[in-house]
């Protein structure tokens, strides 16, 4: 038999109600702050990659599935929705659009990496992108929009932490002061730590090897090195979000696994399962950095995946049910059958879910699918029902029966 690749899942139809269910309530609170759908290619040109989310990343240089095309290019799955929409952006000629540019996606993303509860090598994203404004005012609405996502989906035990890490500017200085923490001990690091030394050393406070934890115990802190507008901001940020009644904690260890986040970068994570569930920040350098004039932005993540574990373990699901058939129509013998497939044809065109016999079951067998489906009515037809254009359709949850006239109108009012 051949069984689906590592890190990857079925969602059956017995799950898919569910994913249908948060996608639809996370797309009304989307768009309810002026978000738009973008949809973007499951693959793109590595370089994209390589210059967007940063070369010395983790994403970079462990996680992509990268191969080489027929035509010989360097082509990599997506693992991340934010390169992408900044690219479309840029090709399609979309800065000349009214700004700020606010996009939303949900899509699989492809990463490979450890395997482990909630996190898969083909996972999906929502995602949500503010392109074309530098004011804090973004970084505010963004987070405010995030957390009521989380708050819609009654997810308990969520803290929001914030942090800046500054811009081009006053990161030189940080990262100069980093380097004289880590210097004398950059033989005790891992190897991915020491090639990031010289080139990224902010990189390595983002590395998941416990050794290299522990020797950045004590590390410079990035808040005490802002430069005064990177200050302003995030002062700015924090105000707004405590007016707002929005509670935060700011947490100066965060500094994002990807090289193109400036400023604001923020995540929510769950203290009762122990992982990040939604993550993002300002990103104000990544348009310029990818060939477009230079723009600000600020964006956000979160696993569906997660979303979809969390929200199951705490929420009651009697509201988010599969669908079941509005009516189920048994037939007996060759004229009550053609009878029946027009009959349900012309409810489906009515928006009504119906089913009928397309197995050649016993009348018996019928009725017992009929029960198994959970249909809420039934309708037995057969030469007599046909010809006097009358027949009973019974509530499957009372048992109780009642006459019918065999007409559109007449049945869908018996339903309703």
């Known amino acids: 038999m051949i069984q689906k690749p590592k890190g990857t899942k079925d969602i059956l139809p ?3 109600y569910k994913w249908a269910y948060v996608e639809e309530k996370a797309k009304e609170i989307l768009e309810n702050y002026g978000f ?15 210059r967007g989310v940063g070369d010395t990343t983790d994403v970079v240089q462990k996680e992509m599935y990268t191969f080489l095309d027929k035509g010989n290019r360097s082509i990599t799955l997506r693992p991340e929705g934010t390169a992408g929409a900044v690219r479309a952006y840029i090709e399609n000629g979309m800065a000349s659009l009214p700004s700020p540019i606010k996009m939303w996606y949900m899509m699989p993303m492809y990463r490979y990496e450890n395997v482990q509860k909630g996190r898969y090598r083909e996972f999906r994203q929502i995602g949500a992108e503010i392109i074309g404004t530098a004011s804090y ?5 963004l987070i405010c929009m995030a957390d ?14 914030i942090n800046s890490i500054g811009c081009p500017v006053c990161r030189k200085k940080y990262q100069e002061a980093l380097k004289a923490f880590i210097g004398s001990n950059i033989e005790k690091y891992c190897d991915t730590c020491k090639t990031r030394f010289e080139k990224n050393p902010m990189r390595i406070l983002d590395c998941k090897e416990k050794k290299c934890k522990e020797l950045n115990q004590g590390a410079p802190v990035i808040l005490d090195y802002l430069c005064e507008e990177c200050s302003t901001h995030f002062e700015n940020v924090k105000k707004a979000l405590e007016k707002l009644g929005i509670n935060y904690v700011v947490d100066s260890g965060i500094v994002r696994g990807l090289d193109y986040y400036t400023k604001t ?11 990040t569930v939604l993550a993002g920040g300002r990103y104000d350098g990544l348009v310029e950095e990818l060939g477009g004039q230079k723009t600000e932005a600020i964006g956000f993540a979160m696993g569906e995946d997660r979303l979809i574990d969390i929200f199951e373990k705490y929420n009651e699901t009697n509201d988010v049910k599969m669908r079941v058939p509005d009516l189920y129509i048994a037939s007996i013998g060759k004229l009550a059958e053609e009878y029946a497939q027009d009959l349900a044809l012309k409810l489906r065109k009515n928006g009504i879910y119906v089913e009928a016999d397309i197995c050649e079951r016993s009348m018996k067998a019928s009725l017992k699918y ?29 048992g109780e029966e009642k ?14």
Do not use: H, W
């Open 137 to 141: 005012k973004a970084d505010v609405e």
């Open 148 to 161: 009521q996502i989380i708050k819609k989906f009654n997810i308990p035990g969520v803290t929001l932490n």
């Open 265 to 275: 970068v923020f995540e929510f994570v769950s203290e009762t399962e122990g992982y």
């Open 14 to 16: 017995s799950d898919s």
């Open 403 to 416: 006459e019918v006239e065999l007409n559109i109108d007449e049945i869908i009012s018996k339903l309703k």
């Open 370 to 398: 009929a029960d198994k489906t959970g249909s809420k009515f039934l309708i037995v037809i057969g030469e007599d029902e046909v010809n006097n254009k009358n027949a009973k359709i019974k509530n499957m949850a009372t």
């Open 36 to 50: 738009k759908e973008i949809r973007v290619p499951v693959f793109e040109n590595t370089e994209l990659f390589e």
